[in-house]
């Protein structure tokens, strides 16, 4: 082999090692960037995952505020539905103390009927008595203002003895329920005696 020849190879040699470097070289910074877009990927979406977790967690959140809300909503409403069941069973009771109170009221006046009426006295205070405990109020209002939330005026009594507008007689009692009016008192109400035309 020639002394050219050897020189030429060992420049060829020396520039294929060169290109094969920079060939290196540009594969390793194609590499990098490569694997530094895969880390902006990575982190874009572990910020994405973020985002979604937090949001995520809000609804959750906001789910279950709801979800206690509703609950209380609902106990709410089974209380009123039970009490409505019970202002219902009072309501028809309301029959037998009305009876109750006219059987008393009819036998003041008969002979021998004094220990029936006091029986019947009996019962009727029991009855409202236990009716009371549970949340039934009578409404007599005989004396005082008329209320047309509460009473019911069946019919006016022109009077000068109390003001315009005075219940002067109940014909029946109203009653409320825990606060709920089942049935407006009967009334007769007061109005000023017209002066002779």
Known sequence: ??????????????????????????????????????????????????????????????LKAEFENYRKR???EQTRILDTAEAGLVKKLLRVIDNLERAVGNSAGESGANGLREGVEMVLGQMLEILGKEGLEVID?????????HHEAMMVVETDQCPEGTVVEVTQKGYRFNGVL????????????????
């Open 1 to 62: 082999m020639s002394k050219g020849t050897g020189e030429r190879k060992t420049k060829d040699d020396k520039k294929a090692v060169d290109k094969e470097q920079d060939l290196s070289a540009e594969s390793l910074d194609e590499a990098a960037v490569e694997v530094e877009q895969d880390i902006a990927s990575v982190e874009s979406r572990i910020e994405e995952l973020s985002k979604e977790n937090v949001e995520l967690l809000d609804g959750l959140l906001r």
């Open 74 to 76: 609902m106990l709410k």
């Open 141 to 149: 209002p005989e004396g005082e203002a008329f209320d047309p939330e």
């Open 182 to 197: 089942l049935r407006p008192a009967m009334v007769k109400v007061s109005c000023p005696v017209k002066s002779g035309e």
